[in-house]
């Protein structure tokens, strides 16, 4: 896909590549340039483990999106892969 940047360095991600990744406006990512190219990716969550009941429990720092089924199916069939 192509796309451009305007002159504040901004780059529109296509629809298509965001539906894909499921970003939504104000998501953080991780940009970096490697041989040529700009990999974007998911940073991975902030999380502490909580040692307060019987079982260590990992929690995130701070609010997640809340995962649908389709985000579960699509996860479990591509780990299949």
Excluded at 41 to 47: E, F, G, T
């Amino acid at each position: 896909m192509r796309t451009t940047i305007d002159g504040a360095g901004r780059v529109v991600v296509p629809k298509a590549l965001r539906d894909a990744m499921g970003l939504s406006a104000g998501r953080e990512l991780d940009m970096v340039y490697v041989d040529g190219c700009i990999e974007i990716s998911l940073p991975p969550a902030d999380v502490h483990v909580d040692t307060s009941g019987a079982l260590p429990v990992i929690r995130p720092t701070a609010p997640l999106p809340p995962l649908s089924d389709d985000v579960v199916a699509t996860t479990i069939d591509r780990v299949r892969r």
